[in-house]
């Protein structure tokens, strides 16, 4: 006899619904999916972080074509690598991207230009088959500000067919070329497997902001002995009372009582939260979100070890280079399917390179070499060590100056970081040693 067995019901995460006044379908019931994605990962500091990630590894250090990287495609100067950039850009949320694409009477790609995939719905009735671009789908949207765009189809009768359609080539408006990695459907964001994860996470932030804002006070219940004499008196009171509490409250409050039966009462409320269960959990997200998307702890400045060096980076970087190569793959079909119909052929070279440690370095800039030893100067650039001395050494501080105190600052208070994390962040962006930083961030515990 077969057993049934029974599996928790799960809802679709995009559900079907026609929006029939902008004749579309809708992105979800409230036709706002992406923008809602993209609220969640920018609450979420470690989904954040690793959509960041995806992207930058995507878009690689860009083309290897130099002709091809700066090639600009359109009026405003967008260049082919910024192009690829803002793709990847959108393609590490959405799993999708959208690329406005202008044609000429000779039937050649005259001009690219990017469109955010957000802005993007599917038309329905006598829209359909096309796309529907709006800038604010959530706002007050009127029908006549909605542009419906044809797909891209580089066929010349095709689109001369258009063009005609439309009343010639100077009311053309062009085709989006749209890419879904779910096919004909819109497609699941790349953290939605992990909402719930990401809420979490957002949710015990919002709590630890809250505890300091209350300077981690357990809640009470103020027992005022007697009435008091009018309202006014009564929401004075408690404006006092509000303004004792809080990181920026007054340390000392004044009750005055006539006699030992006026003294008010406080009654305290136990909180039920556990700081070691609250840590647990905010580990335990923060490991399922990064474990998600494939990514090396160290790429986040987590590590057993509490510190790392630089070939474990290079190793970190080699494996995340190769679990998104399909990736950098899919970009590199679509920028040759588009440049090989372009106006200006430049190459026949479509390939993304991967990115390097180095280049990885090198993208702080020269202004930041400053807070870097020579000899790890040198090994960016794949140059021998030097002795090295410190006769040449300044003040922290010195070097870098108010702004650069400033962000080293906020770091070192940032409620959303672990302490090796912070520790690790100070060693890579500031170059301060593996000790100074344990200092400056465990104090006194280090000793």
Known sequence: MSKVTNLPGTEPRIKKVD???YSIAGYDVDNAYPQRIMELINASSTAKQAVGIYADFIAGEGFADLNLYKLKVNSRGLTADDLLNRVASD???????????????????????????????????????????????????????????????????????????EGGWDKYNGQLYYFSA?????????????????????ASDKTTTSNLENNFALKNIYVNKGEFQTEEERREFIEGLKAFMGPE???????????????????KIESALNDKLFAYTDDKVLKKIIRHYKQPGILHSITDGGY???????????????ITRKDRILMERVFEELFLLF????????QIKPLTYNKYMSDFGPEYFQY?????????????????TDADKKLLVEILGVGGTQALQSILVDPSLSSDQKINTLKIIFGISDDDARSMVLGNETN
């Open 19 to 21: 929006v029939k006044k």
């Open 91 to 165: 393609f590490a949320p959405f799993k999708g991207f959208a690329i406005h694409v202008n044609w000429n009477a000779a039937f050649e790609i005259d001009s690219l230009y990017y469109t955010p995939f957000e802005n993007v719905r599917k038309g329905i009735e006598d829209y359909a088959g096309r796309y529907a671009v709006h800038s604010d789908w959530r706002g007050k949207v009127k029908k006549e500000e909605i542009e419906y765009v044809y797909p891209f189809n580089p066929d010349p009768a095709v689109i001369q067919a258009q063009v005609d359609a």
């Open 182 to 202: 779910d096919y004909e459907a819109y497609p699941l964001a790349s953290c939605d497997a992990v909402i719930e994860p990401m809420k979490a996470e957002i």
């Open 249 to 267: 409250g007054e340390q000392v409050m004044v009750a005055e009582c006539e006699t030992t039966e006026n003294t008010p009462e406080v009654l």
């Open 308 to 322: 790392f060096n630089q070939q474990q980076l290079q190793d970190a970087m080699n494996y995340y280079n190769g």
């Open 343 to 350: 106006k200006e052929q430049v190459t026949d070279d479509f």
């Open 372 to 388: 870097l030893t020579r000899n790890e100067i040198r090994a960016s650039i794949n140059q021998p060590e030097i002795e090295d």
